[in-house]
């Protein structure tokens, strides 16, 4: 008895063989699967693993385990037949490549980077009389606790001896600074002040519809990003080639040959 052949998960109108989008993104875990659909939104391995939880971006130890859990989640056959299979239902039209070149032809970095208002300390500098006067009034204080205490609870009285003799130390520390210097100043924080800085954020870049712009994301030491985007002159090239703004030219060297054949209409010359 012949046996029978197991069928193919293949959908109408797919190609023979291969494997619907949605029977695709069923053989994958969770994650995979969120990674495979933020990676056909936004063409970055590393910003799909980041999108798909692979890693906190917030994180510095995290920024470069997206980089690399990106890319090995790329290499994964049940990954890379479901990303195929995604193309395959996306069908881009040639006008979304045009679209898509133009963009990347006439990238600004500036574009990918968004404000963000942060609050910082403002500082000035005071004369040293007043940190001394501020000295004076904590060791008073420090000291009156110390006798307080001095019957009553032997800890809080050892705690208050001791801060009451750091800030005596403290305090002839900057009443020598004054005899040599009277008119010594230190920085003292007086308030805060608004301030704008220019960030990426991947999140932002998505949401205005740039995230093509960038083929990869990297961090230094420091935690910030370093953008890799696509190739502007590429871009350029492809797009002169579509629209045929030039001709392409071949080089020959050594020697060419060329025979001219002469056709008349009616009765020959003499």
Not at 33 to 44: D, G, I, K, P
Not at 92 to 102: D, G, K
Not at 120 to 147: G, N, P
Not at 151 to 165: I, Q
């Amino acid at each position: 008895m012949a046996k029978r052949k197991p069928k193919t998960e293949t959908d109408p109108g797919t190609e023979t063989g291969a494997l619907s989008f949605a029977k695709a993104l069923s053989k994958l875990l969770p994650q995979q699967r969120l990674w495979v659909q933020y990676y056909l939104q936004t063409f970055s391995k590393t910003e799909a693993a980041v999108l798909a939880g692979y890693g906190d971006p917030e994180n510095p130890k995290h920024r470069n385990c997206c980089k690399s859990e990106g890319h090995r989640t790329s290499k994964i056959p049940a990954v890379k037949a479901a990303v195929e299979a995604g193309f395959r239902e996306m069908h881009m039209s040639p006008a979304e490549i045009i679209a898509r070149l133009e963009a990347q032809a006439s990238a600004d970095p500036a574009e990918l980077y968004f404000p963000v208002e942060y609050e910082v300390d403002v500082f000035e500098d005071v004369s040293l009389h007043v940190q001394l006067d501020y000295l004076r009034k904590k060791l008073a204080i420090a000291e009156d606790l110390r006798d307080r205490f001095q019957d009553r609870a032997p800890m809080l009285y050892n705690e208050n001896k001791e801060k009451a003799l750091r800030l005596e130390q403290q305090i002839a520390e900057v009443e020598l600074t004054l005899e040599q210097d009277p008119k010594a100043t230190f920085s003292m924080k007086t308030g805060t002040r608004k301030e704008i800085r220019w960030e990426f954020d991947i999140i932002k870049a998505r949401e205005a519809g740039l995230s093509h712009l960038v083929q990869e994301i990297s961090y230094d030491q420091r935690g910030q990003p370093k953008l890799k985007l696509a190739d502007k002159v590429k871009s350029q090239e492809l797009l002169g080639k579509y629209h045929k703004l030039w001709a392409e030219r071949m080089e020959h060297e050594g020697g060419l040959t060329i025979t001219l054949k002469k056709e008349t209409v009616g009765e020959p010359l003499d």
